[in-house]
């Protein structure tokens, strides 16, 4: 019954701020999760936009391969992915092996360097790297036997990385790539012999000590 001429009674009026306050905190608390929500979506979609951005060429026709790879690269955020995009492209190039290959393969290169993504001398290296039967892990202008030195003792461990890493891109590009088995093994007879020099260097560096 309302005993104060038609107005609430004071605590009537006090729950009624007091539902007032806790509705619009609770409509704010409501649209900070909504923005909030909405923006992990937003973070979420650039993400994967990004992602399939910077994929990795998908067709095994190496020409459409080649296309795909520049449009990836095209994008700034995608070029560090340039030496696995090669990978990639070697590796379709493999379903058809040719000689003509490394003429493609090199091209794709030469517009690497013309964009900007790498520089000429990183071509070059990454050219030999899959198709020339010499190792270029090691430092040819120096003299061979400065890998018989007890000096190198200490970097075996990493040159064998190197060089193990590299006959794999070798085998890649002249084995499967190019179909020149005979350069691929040119290769294997150095990348054995290097081998075994430094595998005979840290023995004798070892016994002396």
């Known amino acids: 019954m309302n005993v104060n001429g038609g107005q609430c009674p004071p605590y009537e009026g006090n729950i009624m701020k007091i539902f007032n306050k806790t509705l619009l905190v609770g409509m ?4 900070i999760l909504t923005l909030s929500g909405c923006a992990n979506n937003n973070n979420q979609t ?11 060429p998908q067709s095994k026709q190496l020409s459409v391969a080649i296309e795909e790879s520049r449009s990836t690269l095209s994008n700034r955020d995608c070029q560090s992915d340039y030496a ?6 070697v590796d379709i190039a493999a379903g058809e092996p040719d000689a003509k ?20 001398k990183d071509s070059e290296s990454m050219l030999r790297r899959y198709f020339s039967p010499q190792l270029v892990s090691l430092d ?5 036997n400065t890998y018989s030195h007890c000096s190198m003792n200490s ?23 190019l179909g020149d088995n005979e350069a691929y093994q040119m290769a294997l007879k150095e990348h054995q012999s290097v081998k075994l020099l430094l595998e005979s260097t840290q023995k004798a560096c070892t016994s002396d000590s």
């Open 28 to 31: 704010g608390i409501t649209a």
């Open 46 to 56: 650039n993400a994967s936009v990004e992602t399939r951005y910077c994929n990795m």
């Open 84 to 89: 696995e995009h090669f990978s990639a492209l």
């Open 101 to 120: 290959n490394l003429e493609t393969l090199g091209i794709q290169s030469q517009w690497m360097v013309k964009k900007g993504i790498i520089t000429k």
């Open 140 to 144: 040819y202008e120096s003299d061979f």
């Open 155 to 177: 970097k075996q461990n990493e040159l064998t990385r190197l060089l193990d890493n590299e006959l794999e891109q070798k085998r890649k590009g002249l084995a499967l790539a």
